[in-house]
C-alpha cells in the first residue's frame, strides 16, 4: 500500500474514532439520568463535574473517580513512548477520543525542607510557556491518594481551549497520565525537571514506562524514597518527548534522592553525595535540583546552576529549617521572569508550590502572583 493510502487509511480512522468518542459522550450528556448509562460513564462524569476554577490564570482541581486503569496499563506492557501511552489513554479513558501528550522545554527547580515543627516539606517551581494548570485528586482502590499537579497544555489545552464545560473538558480525563509533580498520603513527594540530553532510552525485558507515568506510578504505589527507587528499577524508562529529565523524590521521614539517568542507566544521588555544583552537603538531608546532571561528570550541556546554587544557598543558610512561607520565598528567590520569545511565546515561572509531606497539603500560585496563595489538601 502507497503512503498517501496510509495516510488517508489513518485520517479516517482518527475521524472514526474522533466520532465515537464524541457521540458517546453526547449520549452520556443526553441520557445522564438513566441507570445504565450512568453505571457505564457515571465516574466520568463524576469527574467532569467536580472539575472547578480557582484562580484565573487559570488553575483548575479535579477529583478523579474510579479507576484510570495503570494496572491494565502495565498489564498490557506499558508504553515505550508517548505515541504507545496516547494510545492506551484514548482507549481506555477518552473513548476514542485523541489527544496528545507532550513534555517540551522545561526550566524547573525543586527542593526538601524541614518546618519549624518537623514536618517534610518540598518545594516546585514550573518554569514554561503558558500553562494552564490542574491539581488532580485520585484515590485508586489499590493505591495510595494523591495531589498531582498537571500542565494541562501537554495534553491539548491553552488559551483558547479550556475545561470549561463539559464538551471542553473531557479530554481532562487524561490528566492523571500527566503528572510533574505532587505528594500522597503516605508523604512522597516527587518532581521532574529536564536535562538537556540524549533521550533515556532504556531496551531490556521489563515493562516500559516513560516520565509521566513513573510520576503517577510513585505516587500510587510508593510510600518512601526507598520504594520509589526500587520501583524505577523495575521498569525500562523511555523520556518523554524526546528528551532526558531527573526526578528529586522526598518522603516524610525527610529522606530525599535525586534520581538520573546517563547512558540509558539510572544513578541514585544522596545528599553527602559530591554535585558538579561544589556545594558541600556532608550531613545535610537536604538537596535541590534544577536542570543540570548532579552526577559528577564532565558535561557541556543543561542550565540551572545559577538557581541551584541560590536555593543551596538558602538551604544551607536555614540549616534546612523553613516554614512554607520561607520555601515560597526560596521559590520566588528563583522565579523566572517574564521574558517574550523569538515566537512571541511568553516564558517564565508557571506555578510555585509548597508540599506538605506530613499533612498531605500543597500552597500553590500561578503565574508568579505569590500575593494569591491557594492552599489545597488530598483529604
Not at 529529565?245 to 539510572?266: N, P
Not at 512561607?325 to 512571541?344: C, F, H, P, W, Y
Amino acid at each position: 500500500m502507497s503512503n498517501s493510502n496510509d495516510g488517508t487509511g489513518r485520517a479516517l480512522n482518527i475521524v472514526k474514532r474522533i466520532a465515537l468518542g464524541v457521540a458517546g459522550f453526547i449520549a452520556v450528556a443526553c441520557l445522564v439520568g438513566g441507570v445504565v448509562v450512568f453505571t457505564l460513564f457515571g465516574n466520568e462524569l463524576k469527574t467532569l463535574d467536580s472539575i472547578k476554577k480557582i484562580d484565573e490564570y487559570p488553575l483548575y482541581t479535579m477529583d478523579y473517580a474510579g479507576d484510570y486503569g495503570i494496572d491494565e496499563f502495565l498489564e498490557q506492557g506499558g508504553a515505550s513512548n508517548d505515541a504507545e501511552l496516547i494510545d492506551f489513554v484514548v482507549d481506555r479513558l477518552l473513548k476514542g477520543l485523541p489527544i496528545e501528550i507532550e513534555l517540551p522545554n522545561l526550566a524547573c527547580s525543586t527542593f526538601n525542607a524541614e518546618t519549624p515543627s518537623g514536618d517534610a516539606i518540598f518545594g516546585r517551581n514550573f518554569d514554561l510557556e503558558f500553562s494552564p494548570g490542574m491539581m488532580v485528586r485520585t484515590n485508586p482502590e489499590d493505591g495510595y491518594a494523591s495531589l498531582s499537579m498537571v500542565n494541562l497544555a501537554f495534553i491539548g489545552y491553552g488559551e483558547d481551549k479550556l475545561p470549561d464545560d463539559l464538551a471542553s473538558s473531557i479530554v481532562s480525563l487524561a490528566a492523571p497520565f500527566a503528572p510533574l509533580d505532587g505528594v500522597n498520603e503516605k508523604g512522597l513527594a516527587v518532581g521532574v525537571l529536564l536535562i538537556d540530553t540524549e533521550a533515556t532510552d532504556q531496551r531490556t525485558d521489563r515493562v516500559d514506562i516513560t516520565t509521566t507515568t513513573a510520576i503517577r506510578m510513585m505516587l500510587d504505589r510508593c510510600a518512601t524514597v526507598d520504594e520509589a527507587v526500587a520501583l524505577l528499577g523495575k521498569y525500562d524508562m523511555h523520556a518523554s518527548g524526546g528528551r532526558s529529565y531527573h526526578f528529586q523524590i522526598a518522603d516524610a521521614s525527610g529522606k530525599t534522592v535525586v534520581v538520573e539517568y546517563i547512558g540509558d542507566e539510572m544513578n541514585v544521588l544522596e545528599p553527602g553525595d559530591p554535585t558538579t555544583a561544589g556545594v558541600p552537603a556532608e550531613g545535610k538531608t537536604y538537596m535541590a535540583a534544577t536542570n543540570f546532571l548532579l552526577t559528577p561528570g564532565e558535561y557541556d550541556f543543561g542550565g540551572g546552576e545559577d538557581r541551584y546554587a541560590t536555593v543551596m544557598g538558602a538551604l544551607e543558610a536555614a540549616d534546612g529549617v523553613m516554614d512554607a512561607s520561607q520555601a515560597m520565598d526560596t521559590l520566588q528567590s528563583v522565579s523566572r521572569e517574564v521574558k517574550i520569545k523569538d515566537n512571541g511565546e511568553v516564558f517564565q515561572t508557571q506555578w510555585s508550590v509548597v508540599y506538605n509531606l506530613d499533612r498531605g497539603t500543597a500552597k500553590i500560585c500561578m503565574g508568579g502572583k505569590y500575593d494569591e496563595v491557594h492552599e489545597l489538601s488530598i483529604a
